[in-house]
C-alpha cells in the first residue's frame, strides 16, 4: 500500500544544533503532517501544512520548528536551536484530504538530544 | 476544540477472549472517527473510520466500530483477539473542513495473554 517515508530513523545531535528530519510522503497527498510522540505517550499534534503553507499548528509547534516542501520534495521539519525537550519520535503523515480520514504514518524518527 | 477520551489506559484480556476498547468525543461540527493500531516500536496503522452512514464499521483483522451521537462514542471491538493484537490502539477525530488535523486520543495499551 502506500508508504509514507522518513529519513533518517533515528538522529543524535547535540542540544543547541540544527536538525532536519525528512519526509518522503505518498505520492498525489496534499496534506501533510507532523507529529510528535515521548516514548510510550499520546500521539501529539504538531502542525499541518496544505499548498505551501502551514494551516494549523499547536503550542508544541514552538518558534524553533519550521516546516516547508520545496517544489514537491521531502516535507521537512527543522528544529533549530534544538533543546533537550525536544527528544522524542517525530511521526510525518500525508493524506488526500478528499474525504478521508485515512492519513498514512510514516515509521518516525527517533530523535535524541544530549 | 476537538477533544479524545479514552478512558481505559491499559486493558488485558486472554487470548480468544472478546475486547471492546472505548473512546468518546467532543466535538461540535461533523467529523470523521477513526482507530489506528501502533504496534511497539512502529509507526501507526490505519484499522477503520466513520463518518456516516452504518454506525458499526468493520476493519481489517477482525475489528469493527460502533458509532453512537447520542452517546459520543466510537468504541472499538474485536470478538476473539489473538496474541498479535496486542499493540497501543488510538482513537482519533478529524473534522470534515480545513486541514483534516487528525487529533488523537491517549491511547489505550492492549495487552493479549496465551
Known amino acids: 500500500g502506500p508508504k509514507v517515508l522518513q529519513i533518517p530513523s533515528h538522529q543524535i545531535i547535540d542540544m543547541g544544533q540544527m536538525v532536519t528530519l525528512n519526509c518522503d510522503p505518498v505520492?498525489?497527498?496534499?496534506?501533510f503532517y507532523w507529529y510528535k510522540q515521548i516514548l510510550g505517550q499520546q500521539m501529539e499534534f504538531l502542525v499541518n501544512?496544505?499548498?505551501?503553507?502551514?494551516?494549523?499548528k499547536s503550542k508544541l509547534f514552538k518558534d524553533q520548528f519550521s516546516v516547508e516542501r520545496p517544489d514537491g520534495s521531502y516535507f521537512t521539519l527543522k528544529i533549530q536551536p534544538t533543546a533537550l525537550e525536544d527528544s522524542a519520535v517525530y511521526f510525518c503523515?500525508?493524506?488526500?484530504?478528499?474525504?478521508?480520514?485515512?492519513?498514512?504514518f510514516g515509521k518516525g524518527t527517533r530523535l535524541t538530544v544530549v | 476544540t476537538q477533544t479524545v477520551s479514552q478512558s481505559d489506559a491499559h486493558v488485558t484480556v486472554f487470548e480468544g477472549d472478546s475486547v471492546e476498547l472505548r473512546c468518546n468525543y467532543s466535538?461540535?461540527?461533523?467529523?470523521?472517527l477513526s482507530w489506528y493500531i501502533q504496534h511497539h516500536g512502529h509507526g501507526l496503522q490505519f484499522l477503520l473510520k466513520?463518518?456516516?452512514?452504518?454506525?458499526v464499521v468493520q476493519g481489517v483483522n477482525g475489528f469493527e466500530a460502533e458509532f453512537s451521537k447520542s452517546d459520543s462514542s466510537f468504541h472499538l471491538r474485536k470478538a476473539s483477539v489473538h496474541w498479535s493484537d496486542s499493540a497501543v490502539y488510538f482513537c482519533?477525530?478529524?473534522?470534515?473542513?480545513?486541514?483534516?488535523?487528525?487529533?488523537f486520543g491517549s491511547g489505550t495499551r492492549l495487552l493479549v495473554s496465551p
Open positions: 505520492s498525489n497527498h496534499l496534506y
Open positions: 466513520y463518518y456516516s452512514g452504518n454506525p
Open positions: 501544512f496544505y499548498n505551501g503553507k502551514v494551516m494549523e
Open positions: 466535538y461540535g461540527g461533523s467529523i470523521y
Open positions: 503523515a500525508s493524506s488526500s484530504g478528499q474525504g478521508s480520514t485515512e492519513v498514512f
Open positions: 482519533a477525530v478529524s473534522p470534515w473542513t480545513g486541514g483534516y488535523k487528525v487529533v
